[in-house]
């Protein structure tokens, strides 16, 4: 069986590490959220640190890159209206709850 690699642009990388370096910012939260591993996070913060401009020679280019081309902005406008829509759902189901229990009360 072959390994799958994924291959990360320069771009994001460095948008990576910069969310990385916001305050209060949970590494392992934000590796879940990008679907990466949190070891790679540390990995390429001492990449960039080692070899400052040079770092990341070796990454897959923008136009061969299909992955992770969503912005931090648009992955959270996406995460908003997900929160909106899993709020919907929970009243929805909370009314849902209230009718059945309504009706099986009228049946006794």
């Known amino acids: 069986m072959k ?15 910069h969310l990385a370096k916001q305050p209060n910012t949970c590494i392992a939260k934000l590796a879940r959220d990008l679907g990466i591993r949190r070891n ?6 001492v990449q960039l640190a080692a070899k400052q401009d040079k770092a990341f020679k ?3 280019d923008t ?6 081309k969503a912005t ?12 909106k829509d899993l ?15 309504y009706f099986e009360g009228k049946k006794n």
């Open 63 to 68: 136009a061969s890159t299909d992955h992770h």
């Open 40 to 45: 790679m996070i540390y990995k390429w913060r």
């Open 3 to 17: 390994r799958q690699y994924t291959a990360f642009t320069k771009e994001f990388k460095l948008e990576v590490l």
């Open 72 to 83: 931090h902005a648009e992955l959270l406008k996406q995460n908003q209206q997900l929160k």
């Open 87 to 101: 709020e919907l759902s929970r009243m929805e189901n909370d009314i849902l709850k209230k009718a059945k229990a």
């Open 58 to 60: 070796r990454t897959a």
